[in-house]
Protein backbone atom coordinates (compact mmCIF):
# COMPACT_ATOMS: atom_id res chain seq x y z
CA UNK A 1 0.00 0.00 0.00
CA UNK A 2 0.99 3.94 -0.96
CA UNK A 3 4.05 2.17 -2.39
CA UNK A 4 5.60 1.48 0.89
CA UNK A 5 8.61 -1.38 0.91
CA UNK A 6 7.71 -4.62 0.98
CA UNK A 7 10.11 -5.14 4.13
CA UNK A 8 7.13 -3.32 5.98
CA UNK A 9 4.00 -5.35 4.59
CA UNK A 10 2.11 -6.29 7.79
CA UNK A 11 -1.37 -7.16 6.15
CA UNK A 12 -2.96 -8.47 9.24
CA UNK A 13 -6.69 -8.13 9.48
CA UNK A 14 -7.79 -6.58 12.97
CA UNK A 15 -11.58 -7.44 14.21
CA UNK A 16 -13.12 -4.06 14.66
CA UNK A 17 -15.00 -5.09 17.91
CA UNK A 18 -11.36 -4.84 19.21
CA UNK A 19 -11.82 -1.51 19.54
CA UNK A 20 -15.10 -1.60 21.38
CA UNK A 21 -15.82 -4.81 23.24
CA UNK A 22 -14.98 -4.96 26.64
CA UNK A 23 -14.69 -1.06 26.45
CA UNK A 24 -16.02 1.51 27.91
CA UNK A 25 -17.44 2.12 24.46
CA UNK A 26 -20.80 4.39 24.14
CA UNK A 27 -23.41 3.01 22.23
CA UNK A 28 -23.33 5.55 19.56
CA UNK A 29 -19.64 5.08 19.14
CA UNK A 30 -20.27 0.80 18.69
CA UNK A 31 -22.95 1.60 16.51
CA UNK A 32 -20.27 3.86 14.52
CA UNK A 33 -18.14 0.98 14.01
CA UNK A 34 -20.91 -1.45 13.06
CA UNK A 35 -22.30 0.84 10.62
CA UNK A 36 -19.40 2.36 9.25
CA UNK A 37 -16.33 0.28 8.77
CA UNK A 38 -16.53 -2.74 7.20
CA UNK A 39 -12.92 -4.09 7.47
CA UNK A 40 -9.55 -2.75 9.06
CA UNK A 41 -6.50 -4.44 7.90
CA UNK A 42 -3.16 -3.74 9.95
CA UNK A 43 -1.40 -3.05 6.28
CA UNK A 44 1.97 -1.83 6.74
CA UNK A 45 4.34 -1.66 9.72
CA UNK A 46 6.73 1.55 9.34
CA UNK A 47 9.96 1.25 11.97
CA UNK A 48 13.62 0.63 11.92
CA UNK A 49 13.02 -3.07 12.08
CA UNK A 50 11.12 -3.25 8.78
CA UNK A 51 13.19 -0.42 7.02
CA UNK A 52 16.07 1.41 6.93
CA UNK A 53 15.68 4.15 9.41
CA UNK A 54 16.90 5.28 12.53
CA UNK A 55 14.31 5.94 15.69
CA UNK A 56 13.19 8.80 16.62
CA UNK A 57 12.80 10.39 20.13
CA UNK A 58 9.44 10.36 19.92
CA UNK A 59 8.18 8.02 17.39
CA UNK A 60 8.79 4.40 17.33
CA UNK A 61 6.89 3.19 14.97
CA UNK A 62 4.45 4.07 12.42
CA UNK A 63 1.48 1.63 11.55
CA UNK A 64 -0.62 1.90 8.24
CA UNK A 65 -4.45 0.78 8.58
CA UNK A 66 -6.01 0.69 5.89
CA UNK A 67 -10.03 1.40 6.85
CA UNK A 68 -12.69 -0.46 4.20
CA UNK A 69 -15.69 2.08 4.56
CA UNK A 70 -19.64 1.10 4.23
CA UNK A 71 -20.59 4.97 3.50
CA UNK A 72 -18.10 7.73 2.54
CA UNK A 73 -17.93 9.44 5.51
CA UNK A 74 -16.09 8.06 9.05
CA UNK A 75 -17.24 9.56 12.61
CA UNK A 76 -13.76 10.82 13.53
CA UNK A 77 -14.32 9.97 17.36
CA UNK A 78 -13.75 6.35 15.34
CA UNK A 79 -10.61 6.95 14.47
CA UNK A 80 -9.78 8.21 18.18
CA UNK A 81 -11.01 5.39 19.81
CA UNK A 82 -8.67 3.19 17.89
CA UNK A 83 -5.77 5.23 17.73
CA UNK A 84 -6.14 5.75 21.82
CA UNK A 85 -6.00 2.18 21.90
CA UNK A 86 -2.60 1.75 19.94
CA UNK A 87 0.22 2.99 21.66
CA UNK A 88 1.88 4.21 18.18
CA UNK A 89 1.38 6.61 15.65
CA UNK A 90 -0.85 5.72 12.73
CA UNK A 91 -1.86 7.12 9.30
CA UNK A 92 -5.22 5.59 8.23
CA UNK A 93 -5.83 4.62 4.70
CA UNK A 94 -9.91 4.95 3.98
CA UNK A 95 -11.16 3.12 1.17
CA UNK A 96 -14.89 3.70 -0.65
CA UNK A 97 -16.15 2.46 -3.64
CA UNK A 98 -12.65 2.22 -5.22
CA UNK A 99 -11.57 5.47 -4.20
CA UNK A 100 -9.00 6.36 -1.44
CA UNK A 101 -8.58 9.46 1.57
CA UNK A 102 -5.46 9.58 4.13
CA UNK A 103 -5.78 10.73 7.44
CA UNK A 104 -3.61 11.09 10.32
CA UNK A 105 -3.77 12.77 13.91
CA UNK A 106 -0.83 14.94 15.04
CA UNK A 107 -0.70 12.56 18.09
CA UNK A 108 1.45 13.54 20.89
CA UNK A 109 2.67 11.60 24.47
CA UNK A 110 0.30 12.42 27.00
CA UNK A 111 1.93 12.72 30.43
CA UNK A 112 5.40 11.55 30.99
CA UNK A 113 4.11 7.74 29.91
CA UNK A 114 5.52 6.97 26.16
CA UNK A 115 2.85 4.60 25.46
CA UNK A 116 -0.40 7.04 25.79
CA UNK A 117 -1.13 9.18 23.32
CA UNK A 118 -3.36 12.14 22.48
CA UNK A 119 -4.42 13.23 19.21
CA UNK A 120 -4.80 17.17 18.83
CA UNK A 121 -6.21 17.13 15.68
CA UNK A 122 -6.63 15.18 12.08
CA UNK A 123 -5.41 15.80 8.79
CA UNK A 124 -6.87 14.39 5.78
CA UNK A 125 -6.62 14.50 1.94
CA UNK A 126 -9.25 14.57 -0.74
CA UNK A 127 -11.02 11.19 -2.17
CA UNK A 128 -8.56 10.11 -5.10
CA UNK A 129 -7.19 7.07 -6.66
CA UNK A 130 -4.58 5.05 -4.53
CA UNK A 131 -1.94 5.94 -6.97
CA UNK A 132 -2.74 10.04 -6.18
CA UNK A 133 -2.42 10.64 -2.24
CA UNK A 134 0.25 12.69 -1.79
CA UNK A 135 1.70 10.48 0.69
CA UNK A 136 5.57 9.39 0.66
CA UNK A 137 8.08 7.52 2.67
CA UNK A 138 10.23 10.68 3.32
CA UNK A 139 12.93 11.16 6.33
CA UNK A 140 16.27 9.54 7.73
CA UNK A 141 14.58 9.12 11.42
CA UNK A 142 11.21 7.88 12.59
CA UNK A 143 10.66 11.38 13.92
CA UNK A 144 11.27 13.20 10.07
CA UNK A 145 9.19 10.75 8.47
CA UNK A 146 6.14 10.46 10.82
CA UNK A 147 6.25 14.83 10.69
CA UNK A 148 6.33 14.43 6.53
CA UNK A 149 3.10 12.90 6.35
CA UNK A 150 1.59 15.03 8.37
CA UNK A 151 2.67 17.73 6.32
CA UNK A 152 2.34 15.71 3.05
CA UNK A 153 -1.46 15.05 3.78
CA UNK A 154 -2.24 17.93 6.01
CA UNK A 155 -1.15 20.11 2.24
CA UNK A 156 -1.35 24.03 2.47
CA UNK A 157 -2.95 24.16 5.83
CA UNK A 158 0.78 23.50 7.70
CA UNK A 159 2.62 25.70 5.70
CA UNK A 160 5.76 26.67 7.40
CA UNK A 161 6.07 30.41 8.71
CA UNK A 162 10.36 29.48 8.78
CA UNK A 163 11.93 26.40 7.82
CA UNK A 164 12.93 26.15 11.31
CA UNK A 165 9.29 26.15 12.39
CA UNK A 166 9.18 22.56 13.76
CA UNK A 167 5.70 20.44 13.24
CA UNK A 168 4.40 21.21 17.03
CA UNK A 169 4.73 24.70 16.23
CA UNK A 170 3.39 24.49 12.74
CA UNK A 171 0.24 22.57 14.10
CA UNK A 172 -0.32 25.30 17.28
CA UNK A 173 -0.10 27.77 14.55
CA UNK A 174 -2.99 26.02 12.68
CA UNK A 175 -4.80 25.64 16.01
CA UNK A 176 -4.36 29.64 16.72
CA UNK A 177 -6.02 29.90 13.05
CA UNK A 178 -8.70 27.76 13.35
CA UNK A 179 -9.84 29.83 16.72
CA UNK A 180 -9.59 33.19 15.23
CA UNK A 181 -11.68 31.91 12.51
CA UNK A 182 -14.19 30.89 14.78
CA UNK A 183 -13.56 34.15 16.86
CA UNK A 184 -14.32 36.16 13.64
CA UNK A 185 -17.28 34.31 12.58
CA UNK A 186 -19.10 34.81 15.87
CA UNK A 187 -18.32 38.24 16.23
CA UNK A 188 -19.87 38.82 12.56
CA UNK A 189 -22.86 37.53 13.63
CA UNK A 190 -23.21 40.10 16.81
CA UNK A 191 -22.87 42.83 14.30
CA UNK A 192 -25.58 41.54 12.16
CA UNK A 193 -28.07 41.86 15.21
CA UNK A 194 -26.69 44.96 16.85
CA UNK A 195 -29.04 47.71 16.37
CA UNK A 196 -26.66 50.53 18.61
CA UNK A 197 -24.06 52.11 15.72
CA UNK A 198 -21.33 52.91 18.43
CA UNK A 199 -21.20 49.48 19.61
CA UNK A 200 -21.35 48.47 15.76
CA UNK A 201 -18.39 50.32 15.52
CA UNK A 202 -16.93 49.06 18.55
CA UNK A 203 -17.66 45.64 17.44
CA UNK A 204 -16.04 46.69 13.97
CA UNK A 205 -12.75 47.67 15.27
CA UNK A 206 -12.35 44.44 17.15
CA UNK A 207 -12.86 42.83 14.14
CA UNK A 208 -10.17 44.46 11.79
CA UNK A 209 -8.22 43.15 15.02
CA UNK A 210 -9.01 39.93 14.56
CA UNK A 211 -8.50 39.48 11.04
CA UNK A 212 -5.26 41.19 11.23
CA UNK A 213 -4.12 38.69 13.96
CA UNK A 214 -5.15 36.17 11.06
CA UNK A 215 -3.59 37.20 8.27
CA UNK A 216 -0.32 37.71 10.09
CA UNK A 217 -0.33 33.78 10.98
Do not use: C
Not at 19 to 24: A, G, I, R, V
Not at 119 to 137: A, G, H, I, S
Not at 194 to 199: A, F, P, S, Y
Amino acid sequence: MLGLPKSTEFNKRIPKQKFYDNLNVSPALKRGFIDQIRIIYWANKIAPSTVNLSEGKTVTEVEVFHVRLNQETLDENILRQIDREIPYHILFVLEYNDRYKAVIGYKEAAGSGKAAFKVDRYYQTDWLPENELPVQLDGLNMDAVYGNFVRQIAGNILQTATPQESLKESVERDDRREELKKEITKLQAKIRKEKQLNRQMEMNAELKKLKGKLEGL
